[in-house]
């Protein structure tokens, strides 16, 4: 199993630029989530998804968009990018069954935006 | 924000020694996980506790929970060089899989 991958690694973004951040994971689990952390700080949720077809916002959701077209692919896009989202952003991944599990993570994507 | 806090902020060890750390919440919980991240990496999760237990023990750590305080302590003992990370505990709630994490504890361990 690969887990969850992340791609790009590392994104220079210009101001108003759009993006993509891919997140897979291929463990078969219902829920995957994106996650931003700036220094100093944990990790804030930004969206996330219960199943295919299913996303919702978490606490910071502002400048970005995402969509769940199948169990194993949750891309986050950023429409128009601003400096305050240079962060290192981290996909991870659960399952749901009558509780809450462990969250497996993927490597992160550290993203500037000049 | 429910996000929770952890104590210290950092933590300097050598090696064989224990390390503790603590987390405060503000909410009610269904469970309280804590994770590992060595630095450039993503999250590694270390163990979970549910709100109905006290106390929990995996390998060399020891976790603990107090919901009457909504706080918790991770506890790991005979620290190695390989355990120098950042420490966080994150915060879940009942029906849910969206975690809320801390602020984190950056321990070094020097050997």
């Known amino acids: 199993n690969a887990g969850v991958t992340q791609t790009p690694k590392f994104q220079v973004l210009k101001t108003g630029q759009s993006m993509t951040l891919q997140c897979a994971q291929d463990?078969?689990?219902?829920?995957m989530s994106w996650y931003r952390q700036d220094p100093g700080m944990g990790l804030r949720l930004i969206h996330y998804s219960v199943g295919a077809g299913i996303t919702d916002q978490g606490e910071v959701p502002n400048g970005y968009n995402v969509s769940r077209s199948t169990t194993e692919d949750f891309p986050l896009r950023l429409l128009s990018a601003a400096p305050s989202q240079t962060s290192v952003y981290f996909c991870?991944?659960?399952?749901?069954?009558?509780?809450?599990?462990?969250?497996?993570f993927g490597p992160g994507t550290r993203l500037t935006v000049t | 924000s429910q996000q929770g806090e952890e104590d210290p902020q950092a933590l300097s060890i050598q090696e064989g020694e224990n390390a503790t750390m603590n987390c405060s919440y503000k909410?009610?919980?269904?469970?309280l996980q804590w994770y590992r991240q060595n630095s450039g990496r993503g999250l590694v999760h270390l163990i979970l506790i549910r709100s109905n237990e006290r106390e929990k023990h995996s390998g060399r750590l020891r976790v603990t929970l107090d919901t009457s305080k909504k706080s918790s302590s991770l506890l790991i003992t005979a620290s190695r060089a390989a355990d120098t990370a950042s420490y966080f505990c994150a915060t879940g709630k009942t029906g849910a899989n969206n975690l809320f994490f801390g602020t984190g504890t950056r321990l070094t361990v020097i050997p």
């Open positions: 463990m078969n689990h219902e829920y």
């Open positions: 991870a991944s659960s399952w749901v069954r009558g509780g809450t599990y462990e969250q497996y």
């Open positions: 909410t009610s919980i269904n469970n």
